[in-house]
């Protein structure tokens, strides 16, 4: 048996290697208790939201040293892995607020 065939029919180096370079540049985040992959590095919060299928329209809040932060939309995180974030809709009682108790 060939060492090719030993590897699945994939020659190292080929697509194969690729594929795991690619998954070495990802690491794990956790999106409103649901962990989810993402690229190591500078991501903006919409794509943050984009990967953990957060509305848009959602505020975007990350968890520092257990203070929450809330991001804003064009804000950006570096990425290393284990960060922790949840959405939450936006708070729009200011802009409706009549005045009413």
């Known amino acids: 048996m060939s060492q ?18 690619h998954r070495q540049d990802e690491v794990e985040i956790v999106i409103n208790n649901t962990p989810r992959m993402i690229h190591r590095g500078h991501q903006a919060e919409q794509e943050i939201k984009r990967v953990g299928s957060v509305a848009l329209a959602d505020e975007l809040v990350q968890i ?3 203070q929450l932060v809330v991001l804003a939309d ?5 990425i290393k892995g284990g960060e922790r974030f949840l959405s939450q809709p936006r708070d729009s009682a200011s802009s409706h607020d009549d005045g009413r108790a």
């Open 4 to 21: 090719e065939v030993k590897q699945g029919g994939v020659s190292p180096g080929k697509e194969k290697g690729r594929s795991d370079e």
């Open 74 to 78: 064009s804000a950006a995180v570096v």
């Open 64 to 66: 520092v040293d257990g």
